[in-house]
């Protein structure tokens, strides 16, 4: 079996039926061994696509995914991808390989150096009778590690079509993760500081989805009659209780903000309560902090804990919630009315100031109007900018784990990418992605293997115009918001070139035409809605 195929079909032992990238001299052999296999190989139009589709594969299916790109321009291309999975600790493994051991090759690049920069596992193919051993140890790294790995099959092109020894991947070692000891003095003092508290609420973190511990969090809650939050990336969890608040943070619903604020026990589980979450930890002062999280690194990472507990978040929220009702607590009658009337307002809120005009809408509005379009359950991809202040506070849709952010690493443009790959996991029956009109025009040729791949993939494109985060810090500082403003082309009609059917929001009414499109969703859509440039929400 020579080199190429062997990956391949060690690829198909792990489990791994689908990879996404772009052909060139260093994987050519590879992606097409995989395919001719049986495998499914998708191909992206940019690098950073490729890996980007893989990442949002990954968060959505809960299988490390691949990824592959050629060597020199073909890996640089996919850093911003990388650092991205890299930040939001998402296992994709990235197969590139070396130049030709010439050193005046115009694509000669250190890969390693690259990797140790980025704080990205390099690995390597080292021979051809080495394969299973370096792939198989590459295998390990992304299930321990559940970050992304990059393996460098380094054996040079001439050799690629030496025969191997077919070794089977069946045999590769397993790896579990250790069993965590809560520390019983932590528990004891978290305890203390739930029970004595009037006013609890927790928070509630992708950990928490991680870990499947929906329920317990829940449980604890209730033992205690506290408030539920989640983060942004919590969405989908606490649907239909009736003390679900939403979102905590920047973005929080403002029915839910004199809540968090009158609260003075914060348990946060599965988060790192980062600037977002904890609002930079103003929104924390004067409340007493219990943080638990299976990782102690987040521990006090952005807010100091009153009292940290590491452990698995079921574990820990299981035994707290059982030592509260053994307690006999009483009830809180009024702290849980005040969490159920700020809950029910949430479901029933409007803005006051509604912005929408003659051809534009109110971006809080029109995403209420989406999420009442959108099935429940869906997945949810989002892009990063200003229109997240807009649109996260009401989704009420997605389930959770269904919900992902490309916000790893702030970089604008990966949403498009990463919404095609989870749509290609095919979790829901739609999948949607939320995004700016500049991470949509930097990204937009990704819409070409959305509709090769006929995904039924809403593209949802808040279009004001500007790059907006840019254009209210140019206004504070007294610069023009001119510098900000973007003259794109029709973003319907760019779309529509790229081979996708496209709708344009302009007034409220025409989420109407959206409505039946998504009903018989049979490939991907975008719909680009109109908003007002000026209108400024804070997160």
């Known amino acids: 079996m020579k080199v190429y195929e062997q990956v391949a079909v060690m690829l198909a032992d792990h489990g791994v039926h689908t990879m996404f990238g772009l052909l060139g001299d260093a994987n050519m052999y590879l992606a097409s061994a995989f395919e001719t296999a049986g495998g499914r190989f998708v191909r992206a139009t940019h690098e950073a696509g490729a890996v980007s589709m893989a990442d949002g594969y990954a968060r959505m299916t809960g299988h490390w995914a691949v990824a592959t790109v050629t060597h020199g321009p073909g890996f640089t291309n996919a850093l911003t991808a990388l650092v991205e999975a890299a930040r939001f600790s998402t296992p994709v ?291 990063v900018g200003r229109f997240i202040a807009g649109s996260w506070p009401y989704l009420t849709k997605p389930g959770p784990g269904r919900f992902t952010a490309m916000t790893g690493f702030g970089a604008i443009g990966l949403g498009v990418a990463g919404g095609t790959g989870a749509a290609v996991g095919a979790v829901s029956d739609v999948t949607v992605v939320l995004v700016g009109d500049g991470g949509f025009m930097m990204n937009a040729s990704e819409l070409a293997t959305a509709v090769r791949e006929k995904l039924p993939l809403l593209v949802v494109v808040y279009n004001d115009g500007a790059y907006g985060a840019e254009y209210q810090k140019l206004v504070n500082e007294g610069f023009s918001a001119q510098h900000s403003y973007n003259e794109w082309p029709d973003i319907a009609a760019t779309a529509t070139g790229l081979g996708t059917r496209a709708l344009t929001v302009r007034k409220l009414e025409d989420f109407e035409a959206v409505a039946e499109a998504v009903d018989h969703l049979a490939g991907p859509l975008v719909v680009d809605v109109r908003l007002d440039p000026t209108h400024h929400l804070e997160f």
């Not at 920069?117 to 299930?143: F, I, M």
């Not at 054996?155 to 993760?177: F, H, Q």
């Not at 932590?186 to 511990?213: K, N, Q, T």
């Not at 103003?282 to 590491?310: M, Q, R, Y």
């Open 93 to 383: 493994l990235l197969i590139t390989g070396d130049t030709p051991a010439e050193p005046t090759h115009m694509q000669r690049l250190d890969i390693a150096a690259v990797c140790a920069s980025l704080g990205v596992v390099h690995e390597r193919v080292h021979r051809p009778d080495t394969v299973a051993r370096d792939l198989g140890r590459a295998v390990r790294r992304l299930e321990s590690s559940w970050a992304p790995v990059v393996l460098n099959v380094s054996v040079p092109i001439s050799l690629m079509d030496r025969a191997t020894e077919d070794i089977s991947a069946s045999g590769a070692l397993s790896w579990a993760a250790p069993v965590q000891q809560i520390d019983d003095d932590a528990l004891d003092m978290a305890l203390g500081l739930a029970a004595s508290a009037a006013r609890p609420v927790v928070v509630a973190g992708r950990g928490v989805i991680a870990a499947g511990a929906e329920a317990a969090v829940t449980g604890l809650a209730d033992a205690l009659g506290a408030g539920l939050f989640t983060t942004g990336l919590g969405i989908g969890l606490f649907a239909g209780h009736p003390r679900h608040l939403g979102i905590m943070g920047g973005i929080a619903h403002e029915e839910a903000t004199s809540i968090l604020m009158n609260s003075d026990c914060v348990i946060a589980v599965g988060t790192s309560l980062n600037k977002y979450t904890s609002h930079g930890g103003e929104i924390l002062a004067a409340k007493s902090v219990i943080h638990i999280d299976d990782d102690p690194v987040k521990l006090g990472w952005f807010v100091t804990p009153t009292c940290g507990i590491v452990g698995d978040a079921r574990t820990v929220t299981e035994t707290m919630a059982e030592a509260i009702r053994d307690g006999d607590l009483q009830d809180k009658t009024t702290w849980k009315r005040l969490c159920q009337t700020a809950s029910t307002a949430m479901r029933q809120w409007t803005p006051t100031d509604d912005r929408t005009a003659s051809d534009t809408v109110d971006i809080r509005v029109a995403s209420q109007r989406l999420d009442a379009i959108l099935p429940e359950g869906c997945a949810v991809v989002s892009d």
